[in-house]
Protein backbone atom coordinates (compact mmCIF):
# COMPACT_ATOMS: atom_id res chain seq x y z
CA UNK A 1 0.00 0.00 0.00
CA UNK A 2 1.54 2.92 -1.39
CA UNK A 3 0.25 6.75 0.24
CA UNK A 4 -0.52 8.86 -3.21
CA UNK A 5 -1.93 11.99 -0.95
CA UNK A 6 -2.28 12.55 2.67
CA UNK A 7 -4.88 15.02 4.94
CA UNK A 8 -1.69 16.01 7.67
CA UNK A 9 -3.88 18.53 8.92
CA UNK A 10 -6.64 16.36 9.63
CA UNK A 11 -4.86 14.28 11.76
CA UNK A 12 -4.43 17.43 14.18
CA UNK A 13 -8.04 18.82 13.55
CA UNK A 14 -9.35 15.53 14.88
CA UNK A 15 -8.94 12.87 16.78
CA UNK A 16 -9.98 9.65 15.41
CA UNK A 17 -12.71 6.87 16.67
CA UNK A 18 -12.06 4.56 13.54
CA UNK A 19 -10.07 4.35 9.95
CA UNK A 20 -11.86 2.58 6.82
CA UNK A 21 -10.54 2.21 3.59
CA UNK A 22 -13.31 2.88 0.30
CA UNK A 23 -13.33 2.43 -2.89
CA UNK A 24 -14.01 5.64 -5.24
CA UNK A 25 -15.45 6.13 -8.47
CA UNK A 26 -13.19 8.20 -10.69
CA UNK A 27 -12.53 9.05 -14.60
CA UNK A 28 -9.21 7.73 -16.09
CA UNK A 29 -7.82 11.73 -16.48
CA UNK A 30 -8.02 11.56 -12.67
CA UNK A 31 -6.38 8.30 -11.71
CA UNK A 32 -3.03 9.59 -13.54
CA UNK A 33 -3.02 12.78 -12.17
CA UNK A 34 -3.35 11.08 -8.48
CA UNK A 35 -0.61 8.67 -9.18
CA UNK A 36 1.48 11.72 -10.19
CA UNK A 37 0.25 12.60 -6.70
CA UNK A 38 -1.78 15.73 -7.86
CA UNK A 39 -3.96 16.98 -6.23
CA UNK A 40 -5.20 18.05 -2.86
CA UNK A 41 -7.33 16.82 0.55
CA UNK A 42 -7.73 19.82 2.23
CA UNK A 43 -11.06 21.23 3.50
CA UNK A 44 -12.37 17.97 2.01
CA UNK A 45 -15.43 16.25 3.79
CA UNK A 46 -17.87 13.01 3.51
CA UNK A 47 -21.22 13.34 3.67
CA UNK A 48 -24.09 10.78 3.32
CA UNK A 49 -26.97 11.59 0.60
CA UNK A 50 -30.11 9.06 0.23
CA UNK A 51 -27.68 6.10 1.52
CA UNK A 52 -24.90 6.82 -0.56
CA UNK A 53 -21.48 8.27 0.38
CA UNK A 54 -20.52 11.48 -1.09
CA UNK A 55 -17.03 12.92 -1.24
CA UNK A 56 -16.95 16.86 -1.48
CA UNK A 57 -14.34 19.62 -1.87
CA UNK A 58 -11.30 17.10 -2.99
CA UNK A 59 -9.48 18.68 -5.67
CA UNK A 60 -7.73 16.47 -8.14
CA UNK A 61 -5.17 18.75 -10.58
CA UNK A 62 -6.53 17.98 -14.64
CA UNK A 63 -4.00 15.31 -15.83
CA UNK A 64 -1.69 18.07 -18.65
CA UNK A 65 -1.69 15.35 -21.35
CA UNK A 66 -5.86 14.61 -21.34
CA UNK A 67 -7.83 16.18 -23.67
CA UNK A 68 -10.78 16.95 -21.75
CA UNK A 69 -11.45 20.96 -21.37
CA UNK A 70 -14.07 21.52 -19.14
CA UNK A 71 -12.48 19.42 -16.41
CA UNK A 72 -14.16 20.66 -12.70
CA UNK A 73 -11.44 19.77 -10.23
CA UNK A 74 -13.38 20.15 -7.27
CA UNK A 75 -16.59 17.85 -8.53
CA UNK A 76 -18.45 15.38 -5.73
CA UNK A 77 -17.06 11.95 -6.37
CA UNK A 78 -19.31 8.86 -5.08
CA UNK A 79 -17.30 6.40 -2.33
CA UNK A 80 -18.06 2.76 -2.90
CA UNK A 81 -19.09 1.13 1.04
CA UNK A 82 -21.22 -1.16 1.52
CA UNK A 83 -24.60 -0.44 3.28
CA UNK A 84 -23.98 -1.86 6.42
CA UNK A 85 -20.83 0.61 6.80
CA UNK A 86 -22.89 3.67 5.28
CA UNK A 87 -25.49 2.56 8.17
CA UNK A 88 -22.99 2.58 10.63
CA UNK A 89 -21.72 5.68 9.67
CA UNK A 90 -25.28 7.44 9.49
CA UNK A 91 -25.61 6.28 13.14
CA UNK A 92 -22.50 7.35 14.55
CA UNK A 93 -22.90 10.92 12.73
CA UNK A 94 -26.04 11.37 14.55
CA UNK A 95 -24.28 11.80 17.56
CA UNK A 96 -22.95 15.26 18.46
CA UNK A 97 -19.64 16.34 16.96
CA UNK A 98 -18.49 13.36 15.15
CA UNK A 99 -17.66 14.02 11.16
CA UNK A 100 -16.39 11.90 8.06
CA UNK A 101 -12.87 12.80 7.09
CA UNK A 102 -10.89 11.75 4.04
CA UNK A 103 -7.41 11.06 5.26
CA UNK A 104 -5.31 9.81 2.52
CA UNK A 105 -5.37 8.51 -1.29
CA UNK A 106 -3.69 4.88 -1.31
CA UNK A 107 -2.35 3.28 -4.27
CA UNK A 108 -3.43 -0.48 -3.30
CA UNK A 109 -3.42 -3.91 -5.92
CA UNK A 110 -3.33 -0.89 -8.95
CA UNK A 111 -6.42 0.67 -7.48
CA UNK A 112 -7.53 3.79 -5.80
CA UNK A 113 -8.79 3.96 -2.72
CA UNK A 114 -9.94 6.01 -0.36
CA UNK A 115 -8.63 6.34 3.90
CA UNK A 116 -11.63 8.04 5.81
CA UNK A 117 -11.68 8.54 9.23
CA UNK A 118 -14.75 8.82 11.62
CA UNK A 119 -13.53 11.36 14.05
CA UNK A 120 -14.68 14.12 16.67
CA UNK A 121 -12.56 17.42 16.51
CA UNK A 122 -10.20 18.73 18.74
CA UNK A 123 -10.76 21.88 21.04
CA UNK A 124 -8.05 24.45 20.80
CA UNK A 125 -6.86 23.73 24.28
CA UNK A 126 -6.55 20.20 23.08
CA UNK A 127 -4.40 21.10 20.05
CA UNK A 128 -2.09 23.06 22.06
CA UNK A 129 -1.16 20.20 24.65
CA UNK A 130 -0.21 18.20 21.66
CA UNK A 131 1.86 20.69 20.54
CA UNK A 132 3.54 20.89 24.11
CA UNK A 133 4.21 17.20 23.94
CA UNK A 134 5.68 16.81 20.29
CA UNK A 135 8.46 19.63 21.58
CA UNK A 136 8.92 17.95 24.73
CA UNK A 137 9.40 14.36 23.05
CA UNK A 138 11.49 16.35 20.40
CA UNK A 139 13.18 17.71 22.83
CA UNK A 140 14.27 14.74 25.53
CA UNK A 141 15.10 12.89 21.88
CA UNK A 142 17.92 15.43 20.90
CA UNK A 143 19.25 15.37 24.51
CA UNK A 144 19.53 11.57 24.57
CA UNK A 145 20.99 12.26 21.17
CA UNK A 146 23.50 14.18 22.48
CA UNK A 147 24.94 12.12 25.07
Do not use: C, H, W
Not at 83 to 92: A, C, M
Amino acid sequence: MQKLLINKRAYFDYEFKQIFLAGIVLSGSEVKSLRLKNGSLRGSFVKIINQEAILLNVQISPYKFSSNVDYDSKRTRKLLLRKKEIYKFSNDLDKKGYSLIPLAFILKNKLIKMEIGLGKGRKIYQKKSLLKQRDLKREMERELKNR
